[in-house]
């Protein structure tokens, strides 16, 4: 078993939700941790929540120089050897096919997708030999999502990179997991939307999951820090976190 106590972490998009929930549990664990965000009121929330075991770095995905700027600021603060690298961001937008213009779609690909591809391509000469990644895809990264084709489509690319990565990086003994929360309890529900739609998502989210509840950030989060740390003989391996939707729907 890996051990989070002196670990170094990378919580990509750490400032709110799931991906603050991974970085208080490795803070709490004794792990030293970098994470990011965009907006600086959020990263601001997150520096007083996490204390000074994290350094809170503004950077987006979306844009090169950002992560090139990430990548030396990581090996200043965290040297050559991040154990763990976790690519949490993400961008989902509900809506019909029709209402998706080019914008929309572009969007949803370079936050889910192309953001988290060159993420990893920039900062994996900065992880340690035998150290880990994990990526949050989401239960829509697979099968027919109608309201949501942007973002599935999107999602699947990640888990598709997940399992590329994980055969690219094995000669350097780096695994590389995915997590798929189902409906999760975050700030934004991980969906960009009016409060009133945020709420009926979540209605319905409780309605189709079999366990008939959503997801609190600490699960998805001790799912993916057992993917990074505990899962020691598993790659290119994808956990739901999503109460039974997605093996037990057709059951019901
Ligand atoms: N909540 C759900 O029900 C659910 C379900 C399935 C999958 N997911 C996936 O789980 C992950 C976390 O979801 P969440 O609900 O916790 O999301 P969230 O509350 O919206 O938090 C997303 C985090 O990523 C950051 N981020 C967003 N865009 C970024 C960018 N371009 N560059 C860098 N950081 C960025 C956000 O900070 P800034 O906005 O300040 O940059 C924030 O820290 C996402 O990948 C999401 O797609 C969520």
Same mark, same amino acid.
């Given at each position: 078993?890996?051990?989070?106590? /002196?670990?170094?972490? %990378? $919580?990509?998009? @750490?400032?709110?939700?799931?991906? =603050?929930?991974? *970085? #208080? !549990?490795?803070?709490? /664990?004794?792990?030293? %941790? $970098?994470?990011? @965000?965009?907006?600086?009121?959020? =990263?601001?929330? *997150? #520096? !007083? ?6 350094? %809170? $770095? ?10 090139? *700027?990430? !990548? ?181």
């Amino acid at each position: 078993m890996g051990e989070i106590r /002196g670990s170094r972490a %990378v $919580v990509i998009g @750490g400032s709110q939700g799931m991906g =603050l929930a991974m *970085a #208080r !549990a490795l803070v709490a /664990g004794g792990a030293e %941790v $970098v994470v990011t @965000g965009r907006d600086e009121k959020r =990263l601001e929330e *997150a #520096r !007083a929540v996490l204390g000074p075991s994290a350094h %809170v $770095v503004r950077s987006d995905v979306t844009s090169a120089a950002d992560r090139d *700027a990430l !990548a030396g600021r990581v090996g200043e603060l965290l040297g050559g050897g991040v154990d763990a690298l976790f690519v949490n961001q993400g961008y989902s937008r509900l809506g019909p096919f029709e209402e998706v213009t080019e914008e929309i779609y572009d969007r949803h690909f370079d936050v889910n997708a192309k953001g988290a591809f060159f993420t990893v391509q920039r900062l994996a000469p900065k992880l340690a030999d035998g150290g880990a990644v994990v990526f949050t895809t989401s239960v829509a990264d697979t099968g027919a999502n109608p309201g949501m084709m942007a973002y599935a489509g999107a999602k699947a690319a990640v888990w598709s990179f997940a399992q590329g990565f994980a055969a690219e990086l094995l000669p350097r003994r780096i695994r590389v997991n995915a997590v798929a929360p189902g409906f999760t309890d975050t700030p934004t529900m991980g969906v960009d939307a009016s409060e009133e739609q945020k709420a009926e998502f979540m209605r319905i989210g409780d309605e189709v999951t079999p366990m008939k509840r959503h997801a609190t950030v600490d699960e998805v989060a001790a799912t993916a820090l057992y993917l990074a740390y505990d899962a020691t003989f598993s790659t290119a391996v994808r956990v739901p976190v999503d109460g039974g939707l997605e093996a037990l729907s057709t059951a019901f």
